[in-house]
């Protein structure tokens, strides 16, 4: 029997968004960042936008977003700051881990969101409002970094409570502050809604979420499809759908990963570098995941945004780098010379490996290269180990160590400028 | 060029020799039959996918009337469309200024004339470096071979298959990395010629259709970078793949000391019937072997088993179980036309070992099951 004191009908939902997550965390490296106008971007020689800004740097006007070069000119004094993807990661898993302390039911809803299901939890830490607040402190002390945290009896209230008061808020918002407090709010404020559906529902006239709930679904199925009968069910706050721990998660379908080119290149050599990076990446993770896959596809997008993708299914499930890369490299060979229209520059390479296998499968030996294959696979497993412990970055392929050339010739190269003369 | 001919001869011949040209090609030129009707009478027919090459001449090609010695070039699938659909027992073929009409009573079919010169030159069968086998047993080599050839390798050897012809003795080997087909047979070999070339696989199963007549003697010319056979009914000439095709007798497990026999049909009927539960791709049957007794079995992930006892099984060492995907044993055991096969193991995780007669070996690899 429940205690009564904490007996609740409503489900207690938090959602964790982590303020200028990218922005903070370099702070944190570097404190000279603290206190001046931060914007995290991609490589800065080349076109890239600003993935995330501190709060300084957005009282300028500058979000995420905001092409690099406007960024400059808003804000010339700024520092930019290249983005380094494993950083963050490491920092949102960490982050997670401390948020795993609130409950056991923990959704990584993005690299800097997460939900907790504390329906059941909250009582051991003096109710939600002091849930979420022990939750900041224990972030704050741990990492130096600030948490905004929204509690609701759902995900959509949850997530709008969280922006309420950030940066470094705590709000909630429960049922009975829906016709209050909820559906004042413009549309959007709503979780699932972008500048564009917003901009089409003010031009319907509606502005409030209140108003949206309002207009029959068959309406807003009829302008936005399937999104239009999704936000008409979030709209009057109601939403059931559960937090999925992590453990819970569903075994993936596809491993993949995908790469832009800093600049669009028609360098075979090149390209086929960047294959062998993606491969491993895959090959990587198919091993974390402790299962092998079958059907290699290669996604190609070319300078003008046209993409192909390809796939080829192969004998035997595969998890090795150099199996994942031989596959590749075969479609992208086949590919380019099938056609003069693929021997353009090449924009972005994505690599996946689907058709996992399944705990019946069986792994099918080789009577061929045995010694060779026994070798590779204890390297590869040195590797893996090594990466475990010392990061991603701690070991690679040797042809994938950046060379130190001058970056101006290294650019050209990559743009394919001198792969003429290079064949030659 | 005119002449006039059987229409079932001219059918079958542009059927065959269309087998070789490929359905597009960079080079158009090859999409077409090269027809060659010579002054002294007789047709002859070639095409080629500048891999494999086949030129026809027997099967009542000699026999054809030449009223006007020429040649011509047809477009292979339409020209062999023409000829199979046609009416009339008789059909004529004719060139006309810069057309070719096909024609039979009550139909005519014209096309422009593509340049025969154009054509790319076909090798012709010479007798130098020329060994001899029996078509008979060429074409029960190739059959106990080419199933285990790869196809689409990266490593481009393993696409074809190994023709090692050392003395009179001639060996077809053919593998995919995962189980390897070895036959042994004889051939007359009196200039003794020594070759090991890697014949593409498409040029062995096109070898295999032109040997019509079991009695008839197959003459191989051994080439430095092509390979022409001679048979009645063509000449087939074929590139070779480059590289290196592994060594084979590295593969043959040497240390199987756990034999056991059964005849070829029971343990084939067992094994399809095991693996009907089994799903698609990731397939494997579970051989469970006892003294003088082989189960097979084999589960699904949704939960469904099956077990099937193979009748006549004989083994008298330690049981053993052993795991393979199915279809490596089924192509197998189609072909290989002995009553009883015997198998040798070492262990669950080392390569098995398959013997029928004295002259047929074939080795597989197990899969390793995850034990749960």
Not at chain 2, 227 to 248: C, K, M, W
């Amino acid at each position: 029997m429940p205690d009564p004191n904490c007996w609740t009908t409503e489900r207690v939902v938090l959602h964790v968004d982590m303020d200028a997550f990218f922005a903070s965390v370099e702070e944190l490296c570097d404190p000279a960042l603290v206190g001046r106008p931060v914007m995290v971007c991609g490589n800065r020689d080349t076109r890239t936008v600003v993935a995330a800004a501190n709060y300084q740097a957005r009282k300028y006007g500058i979000s995420a977003g905001t092409p690099l070069g406007i960024a400059k000119a808003k804000c010339p004094g700024g520092t930019f700051v290249e983005g380094d993807p494993e950083k963050y990661v490491y920092a949102s898993l960490r982050m997670n881990d401390v948020c795993r302390q609130f409950s056991p039911v923990v959704e990584r809803y993005s690299i800097d969101e997460s939900f907790l299901d504390i329906t059941g939890t909250a009582k051991f830490f003096g109710g939600p409002l002091e849930t979420g607040r022990r939750l900041k402190q224990r972030i704050k002390n741990e990492f130096g970094l600030t948490v905004s945290v929204g509690i609701g009896p759902n995900k959509i209230l949850a997530k709008t409570a969280s922006k309420l008061e950030k940066p470094d808020g705590l709000a909630m918002l429960t049922e009975a502050d829906i016709p209050r407090r909820f559906h004042p709010m413009p549309v959007s404020e709503m979780f699932g809604i972008g500048d564009r559906t917003a901009e089409k529902l003010e031009k319907l006239g509606v502005e409030t979420i209140g108003e949206l709930a309002a207009v029959p679904p068959e309406v807003l199925g009829r302008i936005f499809g399937v999104v239009g009968r999704l936000i008409h069910a979030a709209a009057p706050g109601r939403d059931a759908s559960p937090i999925i721990a992590e453990a819970e998660t569903p075994p993936p379908k596809s491993v993949g990963n995908s790469y832009t080119l800093l600049r669009d290149s028609n360098d075979e050599d090149h390209l086929l570098r960047v294959l062998l990076g993606l491969a491993s990446k895959v090959g990587r993770r198919l091993r974390e995941h402790g299962t092998r896959g079958r059907t290699v596809t290669l996604t190609i997008r070319f300078y003008d945004f046209t993409t192909i993708a390809r796939a080829k299914s192969l004998p035997i499930h595969i998890d090795r780098d150099k199996q994942i890369y031989d596959a590749a490299r075969a479609i992208f060979i086949c590919q380019r010379s099938k056609s003069p229209k693929y021997q353009v520059p090449i924009r972005l390479l994505g690599v996946s490996v689907s058709g996992l296998a399944d705990q019946q499968t069986g792994s099918q030996g080789s009577l061929l290269d045995r010694n060779y294959w026994s070798k590779y696979d204890g390297m590869i497993r040195a590797a893996d180990h090594i990466r475990d412990r010392y990061g991603e970055r701690a070991t690679t392929w040797a042809c994938l160590v950046r060379r130190a050339e001058n970056p101006r010739i290294l650019s050209r190269k990559m743009a394919g400028l001198n792969s003429e003369t290079r064949r030659n | 060029m005119k002449f006039r001919c059987e229409t079932k001869v001219l059918a079958d011949s542009l059927a065959l020799v269309g087998s070789v040209v490929p359905a597009r090609s960079p080079k158009p030129v090859l999409e077409n039959i090269k027809l060659v009707a010579s002054a002294s009478g007789g047709l002859e027919l070639m095409a080629t996918d500048l891999e494999v090459g086949l030129r026809c001449a027997g099967g009542g090609l000699a026999e054809v009337e030449v009223e006007e010695p020429g040649e011509v070039l047809l477009p292979a699938a339409q020209a062999s469309n023409i000829a199979r659909e046609a009416t009339t027992k008789d059909i004529s073929v004719a060139t006309e200024e810069s057309k070719c009409i096909i024609s039979y009573t009550g139909a005519s079919y014209d096309f422009p004339c593509d340049n025969s010169a154009d054509f790319p030159e076909m090798p012709g069968f010479s007798d130098k470096k020329a060994v001899t086998v029996a078509a008979g047993e060429l074409k029960t080599m190739i059959a106990r071979t080419v199933f285990a050839a790869a196809q689409e390798q990266a490593r481009y050897a393993l696409n074809g298959i190994l023709f090692s012809l050392k003395g009179e003795v001639l060996r077809l080997v053919a593998t995919d990395g995962r189980r390897l087909a070895l036959v042994k047979g004889k051939a007359i070999n009196k200039g003794g010629v020594a070759a090991e070339p890697i014949i593409p696989t498409k040029a062995m199963a096109l070898l295999e259709k032109l040997m019509v007549n079991p009695e008839e003697k197959v003459k191989v010319e051994m080439g430095d970078n092509q390979v022409v056979v001679q048979t009645a009914a063509g000449t087939l000439s074929t590139r070779l793949i480059e590289g290196q095709f592994p060594n084979y007798e590295e593969v043959l497990p040497k240390d199987c000391d756990k034999t056991m026999t059964v005849p070829t049909a029971k343990l084939h009927s067992a094994i399809r019937r095991t693996a009907l539960i089994t799903a698609g791709e990731s397939r494997s049957v579970r051989f469970s072997i006892k003294k003088d007794a082989l189960l097979l079995s084999s589960q699904s992930l949704e939960g469904r088993h099956a077990a099937v006892e193979a009748e006549g099984a004989k083994y008298d060492a330690e049981p053993l179980d052993i795991a393979f995907n199915p279809d490596f044993f089924t192509d197998m055991l189609k072909v290989v036309g002995d009553e009883e096969v015997t198998v040798s193991f070492k262990d669950s995780t080392s390569a098995a070992l398959v013997k029928a007669g004295k002259d047929y070996t074939y080795v597989v690899m197990p899969v390793q099951l995850q034990e749960t």
